[in-house]
């Protein structure tokens, strides 16, 4: 299905990978240019609200169930379209890295004192250090859509937008 076949739909990128029954003649391909979606809609937001917003499109996560063992990795791609905002990996420090060695004399107040001027100033690409190691070096997008695959579910929810907040945020926030 990565050309149409007397007139059907297609995916050039992905031809069936990520599709879904639909009927029991017929499948529901994965997305395809769906850009200009997810860049309206942050546009329409913007509008309505005065907020920047990052929106995505999103599919089913790479996620594999600790105890019944099912790896969840139906779609190609964890998300087909998003916008500039969720571009990228995380920048993050591991907090206990911090507590249990660069400050591992302190405590109460004094820590969390430290630790919070340790993020103010961390440096902007954190790739190798120490402090960093621990954190998910994934994409913004394959997090983002994990949670937001588990929050909206595979089965009856019903929930066609996954609305969160904070995600960003860090201990000094």
Not at 19 to 38: A, G, W, Y
Not at 96 to 122: C, H, M, P, T, V
Not at 167 to 173: A, L, M, Q, R
């Amino acid at each position: 299905m990565s050309e149409s076949i007397d007139g059907s739909g297609c995916n050039e990128t992905y031809g069936l990978l990520g599709s879904n029954k639909s009927t029991e003649d017929s499948v529901k391909l994965f997305p395809r240019n769906c850009q200009p979606i997810v860049d309206n809609i942050q546009h329409m937001l913007k509008e309505k609200t005065g907020k920047h917003i990052e929106v995505m499109i999103y599919g089913d996560g790479a996620f594999k169930d600790p105890v019944g063992k099912i790896w969840e990795l139906a779609d190609p791609v964890v998300s087909p379209a998003y916008t500039s905002g969720l571009d990228g990996t995380p920048n993050e420090v591991k907090l206990k890295y911090l507590a249990d060695n660069n400050f591992a004399d302190l405590r109460g107040e004094e820590l969390k004192q430290a630790i919070s001027q340790y993020i103010s100033n961390k440096d902007g690409d954190l790739v190798g250090s120490m402090e960093a190691q621990g954190t998910t070096p994934r994409k913004l997008t394959d997090l983002i859509g994990s949670l937001s695959d588990l929050t909206s579910g595979s089965g009856d929810k019903g929930t066609p937008i996954i609305f969160i907040q904070g995600y960003f945020d860090n201990y000094t926030n």
